[in-house]
């Protein structure tokens, strides 16, 4: 199940603020790269985890958009509405935090995209030996397993486990994290043994996850707050193709990231303005880079294998 997505105007904005005023137990400004996003909620657990995610922002600044994370039997499960002028977000009945923390995103990276080039991926980014990686993929195909498989190495360094921000600098991409911490499964540990010890100091939700810091196993040191995307990773799972590795060109690769929407469910608009924005973004992107698309449909560690040698850092 996924969450559904209803854009409403500015007056059905006020509407939904005034009615639900009194249910605020809770207001957090944090920042998300540069905006300041304002968590509004009656549930502690949503503000726990909120505020262990992302870095605080000076209660005087003027937030340049909003959450509004709300239990409403009225409303129908897992229901969002989103004003694309007011950049304010409801999110109704939302039990699994991931969501609650990619929209926050998501609504960052709307500004971001209409006002100041500064574009959203929805992936990982890693820096292997001061050459930034994306690793992009649908759900299940291991994006996660193989950031974290990388991690081990200690020439890889994080940027972003899921998501990160762009921009076009010149002939480079530059790309940026937000966020403090890190969303983590409970499985992890079961993958890496590496990582156990993060997974048994966490405090899991009732979905086997939780926000933690990364730095308690990998050293403060390996979280880089930027890097040059030199090389993109599309990781798929196809048991019925026997190819592991292909190299793709950039007409290849756009074709195979619009066709799924960029591995991004959390775009909060989508139009032809958006479609030019993007479009332009990921080109920029993929001509710049070196790309691969890799089938993970093998063990882990033998995908692990092949990521290592295409990167050099066997």
């Not at 500015?10 to 968590?39: N, P, Q, T, W």
């Not at 994290?177 to 499985?187: C, H, Q, T, W």
């Not at 196993?217 to 592991?244: A, D, F």
Request: proline content about 2%; some cysteine.
């Amino acid at each position: 199940m996924t969450y559904t997505v209803e854009l409403i105007s500015m007056e059905e904005k006020e509407d939904l603020a005034e009615r639900y005023s009194g249910r605020i137990l809770y207001e957090v400004k944090s920042e998300i790269y540069g905006c300041c996003i304002k968590l509004l909620t009656g549930i502690a657990s949503v503000k726990a985890a909120w505020e262990e995610s992302f870095y605080f922002a000076s209660q005087s600044i003027r937030s340049h958009g909003r959450l509004y994370v709300l239990n409403e039997p009225t409303e129908r499960e897992n229901k969002v509405y989103y004003d694309p002028q007011s950049k304010t977000c409801f999110l109704f009945n939302v039990d699994y935090y991931g969501w609650i923390k990619s929209l926050a995103l998501s609504v960052a990276g709307d500004i971001l995209e209409d006002d100041h080039g500064i574009y959203s991926v929805h992936g990982a980014c890693l820096d292997a030996r001061g050459q930034g990686l994306c690793i992009l993929g649908g759900s299940g195909a291991g994006k996660t397993t193989h950031t974290y498989g990388l991690l081990r190495n200690p020439r890889v360094r994080v940027v972003s486990d899921d998501w990160f921000y762009a921009r076009i600098f010149g002939d480079d991409i530059l790309s940026f994290g937000s966020e403090k911490n890190f969303y983590i499964r409970a499985d992890l540990a079961d993958i890496w043994p590496d990582f156990s010890g993060l997974v048994q100091k966490a405090v899991l939700d009732e979905r086997g996850r939780a926000v933690v810091d990364l730095r308690w196993v990998i050293g403060k040191g390996r979280i880089l707050p930027l890097t040059t995307l030199e090389n993109v990773i599309i990781l798929k799972r196809e048991s019925s193709q026997k190819e592991i590795v292909r190299e793709l060109d950039g007409r290849e690769a756009l074709a195979i990231l619009e066709q799924n929407g960029y591995y991004n469910p959390h775009l909060l608009v989508h139009n032809d303005l958006k479609h030019r924005i993007r479009r332009r973004f990921f080109q920029s992107l993929l001509a710049r880079a070196k790309v691969r698309e890799l089938n993970t449909f093998g063990t882990p560690e033998e995908s692990q294998r092949e990521i290592r040698k295409f990167l050099n850092i066997e």
